[in-house]
């Protein structure tokens, strides 16, 4: 799964006034923000998870992300299930590529990296 590419996709349209009008053209609901957990609407959810996946999939190449719907629909219902509370923190973090162990000192290490990724990703913060 290309989660990454997703995820960058997703940002990208928090920093794109263009890619955010067109997005939003596209869906036909919301405001074409879907940078974070926070951005998404339940609307958005609704279309980007729906019959919208094949086409914004196809948006997104034409701007150079590859993904699938199926990839773009699995990185969004894992964004609504944390935050609806129903997907715990390790399977999120499993569902965007970052695997616990256990052993303390590496799942440490990799929530740290899943922290900066996701402060820096989604709020603009640098935790280094």
Known sequence: MTTATVLEFMHR???DDTLRQQLEALLGVGDGNISSEAELDPAETAAL???RAPDVAAF????G???SADELIAVVSAFQQHQ???LSDEEFAR???TSFTNSPGKVQSQ???LAQFLSKTYLGIDLK
């Open 13 to 15: 349209t928090a920093a």
């Open 49 to 51: 998870t729906g019959d």
């Open 60 to 63: 997104a190449a034409q701007n």
């Open 65 to 67: 992300f590859q993904f």
């Open 84 to 86: 609806d509370g129903t």
């Open 95 to 97: 569902i965007l590529g």
């Open 111 to 113: 929530v740290k990296r």
